[in-house]
């Protein structure tokens, strides 16, 4: 499958945002599905997932901000990002790997565990 995220751009801060990843490919509804984000000199920090089932599970920093959700029909997931703060200023990368049905949703907060990635959109929010 390949990965295509979008959506990024300037904004301010408290601003909202909604990233898309596009997967091209087939079979999309068998795929966990995760947001990731850089920045320069520091790990890959994990965002959010979602599981083929819709479950979800979020980073401490984002949880009641951000919202992931995936529209299998447009082979699309969507990260709505609200109360946009500073530092979450990143580069965000969508990610995939595909599962069984039923998973533990929370061990997909490691990006080792992902085999496909999209190119990264970037966020960058003022203050």
């Known amino acids: 499958v390949q990965l295509q995220a979008s959506g990024g751009g300037l904004v301010q801060a408290g601003d909202s945002r909604r990233l898309s990843c596009v997967a091209s490919g087939h079979s999309f509804s068998r795929y966990v599905v995760g947001w990731f984000r850089q920045t320069p000199g520091k790990e890959r920090e994990f965002v959010a997932v979602?599981?083929?089932?819709?479950?979800?599970y979020y980073a401490d920093s984002v949880k009641g901000r951000f919202t992931i959700s995936r529209d299998n029909a447009k082979k699309t997931v969507y990260l709505q990002m609200n109360s946009l703060k500073p530092d979450d200023t990143a580069v965000y990368h969508c990610?995939?790997?595909?599962?069984?049905?039923?998973?533990?949703?929370?061990?997909?907060?490691?990006?080792?565990?992902?085999?496909?990635w999209g190119q990264g959109t970037l966020v960058t929010v003022s203050s």
């Open positions: 979602i599981s083929r089932t819709g479950d979800t």
């Open positions: 990610a995939a790997v595909t599962s069984i049905v039923t998973v533990i949703i929370s061990h997909y907060n490691d990006y080792r565990k992902y085999d496909y």
